[in-house]
């Protein structure tokens, strides 16, 4: 499955953006989505991750009550609502797929086997 992560930008501490990752290439109802994020100089960390139903989903204790992962598979896309960013939130945010039907979550990278290419996301404080 090839995957496309768009919305990122500039925003100000206290906002909000709302991520996408729209996939093609195969049916993304079969497939669990994770969003991980880098900044400068940092390791790539996980953010949150929904299983392929969407009945399922983990997130990072640094964004819980803050982000909101779904999905919409009859469209092919899973969103990562943000709200109330904060400064160190800036990161390139990535997501990326594997397939399974199971209905569990999984929050190591090295679970997943598709990635998009990033899309920047910089709050200003």
């Known amino acids: 499955v090839q995957l496309q992560a768009s919305g990122g930008g500039l925003v100000q501490a206290g906002g909000s953006l709302r991520l996408s990752c729209a996939a093609s290439?195969?049916?993304?109802?079969?497939?669990?989505v994770g969003w991980f994020r880098q900044a400068p100089g940092k390791e790539r960390e996980f953010v949150a991750a929904?299983?392929?139903?969407?009945?399922?989903?983990s997130y990072a204790d640094s964004v819980k009550g803050r982000f909101t992962i779904s999905r919409d598979n009859a469209k092919n896309t899973v969103s990562l609502q943000m709200n109330s960013l904060k400064p160190e939130d800036t990161a390139v945010y990535y997501c990326a797929a594997r397939y399974s039907k199971s209905g569990l979550v999984m929050t190591s990278e090295r679970y997943y086997s598709s990635w998009g290419q990033g899309t920047q996301v910089t709050v200003s404080s």
């Open positions: 929904i299983n392929w139903s969407g009945g399922t989903s």
């Open positions: 290439g195969h049916t993304y109802s079969s497939y669990a």
